[in-house]
């Protein structure tokens, strides 16, 4: 399956954004669905997962009540809508597909497919 992530750009703090990751060559029905994000010179970084039927969502601590992921299998799109952002949201957001028999996706070694990512600069 291929991901194509969309919806970066350069934001004010506080202000929001909404990610889309859209599937094809498969559908995203057959997977837990994650976003990951790497800032420069930092490791590449869990931000959030759902699980393959939306019953199941973990955020990392940093996102949490700021973040919301959601997944629309019928339309093959994981959206990740970012609210609050700060400076230090700034990096770049990689949608990332796993099995479905691990209901979070938190770790990058897990991943089966990656995104080719999208920037979100946060500005002070």
């Known amino acids: 399956v291929q991901l194509q992530a969309s919806g970066g750009g350069s934001v004010q703090t506080g202000d929001s954004l909404r990610l889309s990751c859209t599937a094809s060559?498969?559908?995203?029905?057959?997977?837990?669905m994650a976003w990951f994000r790497q800032a420069p010179g930092k490791e590449r970084e869990f931000v959030a997962t759902?699980?393959?039927?939306?019953?199941?969502?973990r955020y990392a601590d940093s996102v949490k009540a700021r973040f919301t992921i959601s997944r629309d299998n019928d339309k093959n799109t994981v959206d990740l809508q970012m609210y609050s952002l700060k400076p230090e949201d700034t990096a770049v957001y990689y949608c990332?597909?796993?099995?479905?028999?691990?209901?979070?996706?938190?770790?990058?070694?897990?991943?089966?497919?990656w995104g080719q990512g999208t920037q979100v600069t946060v500005s002070s």
């Open positions: 759902i699980a393959w039927n939306g019953g199941s969502k």
């Open positions: 060559g498969g559908t995203i029905s057959r997977y837990t």
């Open positions: 990332a597909a796993g099995p479905l028999t691990r209901v979070q996706l938190t770790a990058g070694t897990l991943v089966d497919y």
